[in-house]
Nanobody, 124 residues
């Protein structure tokens, strides 16, 4: 079992940057691949990025490739999402997720644990 808590969301103007954090806690002795998802009002939850805890592999949705960077600090049990050149279309609730499966460009069903989400709003 793992508990996830997102932070760092907020309001930013188009072209700006924001850094999301996801802190993991719990007495677990296995490694987790981590992912970021987002969901806008009236839309389905969509994959944003993923990273493996045991390797340096990263994966991105085409919509954010080149603008977003996912990273992790295993010593702090924290995964980050650095978001640059933000666009109004990036506005959504962003969720952190963990899975015992391998990392990749998988959908929400690939993940077992979820945070509560953090709101990101990009104004024009």
């Amino acid at each position: 079992q793992v508990q996830l808590v997102e932070s760092g969301g907020g309001l930013v103007q188009a072209g700006g940057s924001l850094r999301l954090s996801c802190a993991a806690s719990g007495r677990t002795f296995t490694s987790y691949a981590m992912g970021w998802f987002r969901q806008a009002p009236g839309k389905e939850r969509e994959f944003v990025a993923a990273v493996s805890w045991t390797g340096g592999s990263t994966y991105y949705a085409d919509a954010v490739k080149g603008r977003f960077t996912i990273s992790r600090d295993n010593a702090k049990n924290t995964v980050y999402l650095q978001m640059n050149s933000l666009k109004p279309e990036d506005t959504a609730v962003y969720y952190c997720a963990a899975t015992l499966k391998v990392a990749g460009t998988y959908g929400p069903s690939h993940y077992s644990y979820w945070g509560q989400g953090t709101q990101v709003t990009v104004s024009s």
